[in-house]
């Protein structure tokens, strides 16, 4: 196929960036003709009157009445779940302390499932699921039930306690929903884990929240291959004094043996097999532990955020219901992979408090073809689609034939979420997965946040690409300096929260101050997001990405400091600098800077081995894009490394070509021209 070499230039909100830079099919061209001419016009998108006339929400005073009262607001969300107690006070607030809907009692399972059950809902499909090899799945509402309560029963027969944590570590299929809806009945707080993490990412989690249980799987498909998921858990949990027992899901099927230890290990379906159904529901306190989940903070170490189950429940009911406008007959599809908050939140507990049917696909996009999410969308007849952008940017890059292929008229509303997404991106997901047709819900919110706080209300707010326009009702944000003081409309600055709102964790588990200096210390009192933000003149909200050494790559959010120091870790290392460099697709890559100890000398292997080491202390996600040798990293005068510098490198501004910086020489020059600059 001819390829083009296209570079273009187009405003954003964080000014110039450059749009697809290599390998772009004729058809990608194409596509760029039209949204070019879409992009100069600078229009906005109105609500279309078919969806505003349908829409959850329309009424645009909503924003006045919740503003006025916000705890009445979200009260009245709690108020369409099912509460053992009612709670005796909607908020206390004891800075930077909040607990929401005091005194009542739920369960989150039960808000899931049951409630659902006992409806005309009983035999709706709850979860469509589809494997990579082509399996194809339906549990209803009913036959979630059943699992769900038996697993909850094979939990408390294996000795977990209301309280005790369970770790999660499974390949996206209905089980691991199963099993998270399992803790939430019996009051076991769960910490699911991305099967893409490594055995030594695994084991660092399972042993700060001191897990009992780890429930896997054999493995999991993943383009072909199987992902060994159970290797991966031996591994780690040799080092894991808590854990007491594994308990395996049959996934792959035998592809590989599976070694089990005795007493330990346990088979999924062994288990359930003499699993009694019903198990009644724990009573849970609004305030108690729903689950835990890690993230990357600007430190090495992972954070435990902590969520609990009241607020939790009503914040992803309420942005489900609203901002993804769901209705009895939607068939949504939230592509996120349930290790994220993005599958906590929207693929289990918004979609199933809601009563929705939810799509699961266990594996990759373009497998075995890039047409995949377009092919299960036209068969299951999607209605609402929820992915990021980017995958957005691999679509357009592949080119409009793939969605082309297939019938998307059963789409009605698109979302973006993950990492600003560029107005080319927005604009094409507009014309070629929307038909022109489908409003776009670009969402801002964090693992932190619980649920989405910034975005449009797709029967309300007229949008414009690129922008996550506006707080969500109740929510109280706005855009600082240094000091802490709002700037003007048109300004950018610090995003921060200036209220607090039911799904915001309540701290970092096992780390309480830590929770304080994070996120509550550089402005006091306000909640401090980490991203740069600006508003325009109409107020509303460009999201510029984060501003602390915090990488979003691909929508994953990883810490400098974690890949350095998995580098250091590596005998050959003496020192590493790592940052996040401007990617076309990706969003962000990762670039490493590293020196070695006397001895160890620069080559190729060497380089792959550092890679595959980053790989093995975390997981393929975090595998350095590049690698540059260097004999010495630019650093200040007082020790700081030289962040900007080293971007500049990796992004060729300086330099040109900088595939393998093994000129010593080169670093110095730079930093001298910096310095010659900076006097
Ligand atoms: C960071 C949070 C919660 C969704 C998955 C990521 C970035 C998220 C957007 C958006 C611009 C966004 C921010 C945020 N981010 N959504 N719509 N526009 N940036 O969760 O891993 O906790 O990462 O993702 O930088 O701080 P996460």
Request: aromatic letters at 10%; a negative charge; charged letters at 25%.
């Amino acid at each position: 196929m001819v390829k083009y070499q296209v570079i273009k230039k187009s405003k954003t909100a964080s000014g110039e960036v450059n749009i697809m830079s290599d390998g772009i099919s004729a058809e990608a061209m194409q596509a760029h003709a039209t949204i070019e001419a879409l992009l100069s016009e600078n229009r906005v998108f109105p609500p279309p009157e078919w969806f505003r006339a349908q829409a959850n929400v329309n009424d645009p005073n909503i924003y006045d009445t919740a503003t006025k009262d916000p705890e009445a607001f979200w009260a009245q969300f709690a108020r369409e779940l099912d509460w053992f107690e009612p709670w005796h006070q909607v908020l206390e607030w004891d800075p930077p302390h909040a607990q929401w809907f005091l005194g009542g009692k739920l369960n989150a399972s039960v808000n899931c499932i049951d409630r659902h059950v006992r409806t005309a809902r009983r035999n709706k499909a709850a979860i469509i699921w589809e494997g990579e090899p082509g399996e194809e799945r339906v549990l209803t509402y009913w036959d979630l039930y059943r699992e769900v309560t038996k697993f909850a029963n094979v939990l408390k027969r294996l000795g977990v306690h209301r309280g005790d944590r369970v770790v999660i570590y499974m390949p996206m299929v209905p089980e691991a929903v199963v099993a998270m809806l399992a803790c939430a009945r019996i009051g076991a707080p769960h910490s699911v884990v991305f099967g893409g993490f490594s055995a030594e990412a695994l084991r660092e989690r399972i042993n700060d929240c001191g897990a009992k249980v780890v429930v896997t799987a054999d493995g999991g498909y993943r383009r072909g291959n199987i992902v060994q998921l159970k290797r991966a858990t031996d591994e780690a949990v040799e080092h894991c004094p808590t854990v007491q027992h594994v308990i395996v899901l049959n996934r792959a099927m035998d592809a590989t043996h599976v070694p089990m230890l005795e007493g330990r290990d346990h088979w999924w379906h062994r288990l359930m097999e003499h699993a009694p159904i019903h198990c009644e529901p724990e009573a849970m306190d609004a305030e108690d532990l729903l689950f835990i989940l890690y993230t990357s903070g600007s430190t090495g170490k992972p954070k435990g955020i902590a969520h609990t189950t009241g607020g939790y429940l009503t914040g992803v009911y309420a942005t489900t219901k609203w901002v993804f406008d769901l209705k009895e007959d939607d068939v949504f599809w939230c592509t996120a992979d349930i290790g994220w908050v993005t599958g906590h939140s929207y693929v289990v507990y918004g979609p199933l408090a809601n009563g929705a049917t939810i799509l699961m696909y266990e594996g990759a996009p373009d497998y075995p073809e890039r047409d995949r999410l377009w092919e299960l969308v036209e068969k299951y007849r999607v209605t609402v689609f929820y992915t990021a952008p980017t995958a957005i940017r691999a679509f357009m890059k592949w080119g409009p034939q793939y969605p082309k292929r297939h019938d998307l008229s059963s789409l009605r509303l698109l979302g973006s979420v993950g990492e600003p997404i560029n107005p080319e991106a927005w604009m094409w997901y507009h014309v070629y997965i929307g038909g022109e047709r489908c409003p776009i819900v670009d969402t801002w919110w964090q693992t932190e946040t619980g649920h989405i706080l910034i975005t449009p209300l797709p029967g309300i707010t007229t949008t414009k690409p690129g922008s996550a326009t506006r707080p969500f009702p109740g929510i109280e944000a706005d855009v600082v300096d240094e000091r802490g003081e709002s700037v003007p409309l048109g300004a950018g600055g610090y995003l921060v929260i200036k209220k607090p709102w039911p799904g915001m964790l309540r701290t970092i588990y096992g780390d309480p101050e830590r929770y304080v200096k994070q996120y509550w210390s550089r402005f006091p009192g306000v909640y401090f997001t980490g991203d740069g933000c600006k508003r325009d003149e109409e107020g509303y909200y460009w999201l510029l990405g984060r501003v602390d050494d915090v990488m979003n790559v691909a929508g994953h959010r990883i810490s400098t400091m974690e890949v350095e120091s998995a580098l250091v870790d590596h005998p050959a290392v003496a020192e590493a600098a790592v940052i996040g460099r401007s990617h076309d697709i990706k969003g962000q890559a990762i670039a490493a800077f590293v020196t070695l100890k006397e001895g160890y000398r620069a080559s190729s292997d060497l380089m792959d081995e550092l890679k595959e080491h980053v790989v093995k202390k975390i997981g393929p996600i975090a595998r350095p894009d590049d690698l540059h040798f260097t004999s010495e990293l630019p650093k200040t005068r007082s020790g700081k490394i030289m962040r900007r510098l080293l971007r500049d490198i990796a992004e060729g501004r300086a330099l040109g070509d900088t595939t393998t910086l093994a000129d010593p020489s080169v670093v110095a020059a730079l930093r001298q021209r910096y310095e010659e600059q900076e006097v």
